[in-house]
């Protein structure tokens, strides 16, 4: 949120858990843009 990368915390919160993403996000650092989709957030966060 505070970076601008997404609108609401919340909100992408929810769709990670509603999507099965929440236990599969990997530690590290990523480069995300704030024209990404959740979903396209989700699975940077989620591969390696």
Not at 28 to 35: P, T
Request: aromatic share 10%.
């Amino acid at each position: 949120e505070k970076a601008g990368i997404i609108k609401s915390a919340e909100e992408f919160n929810s769709f990670l858990t509603k999507n099965d993403y929440a236990r599969k996000i990997q530690v590290g650092e990523y480069k995300l843009y704030s024209s990404m989709t959740m979903k396209q957030i989700a699975i940077v966060l989620t591969t390696k």
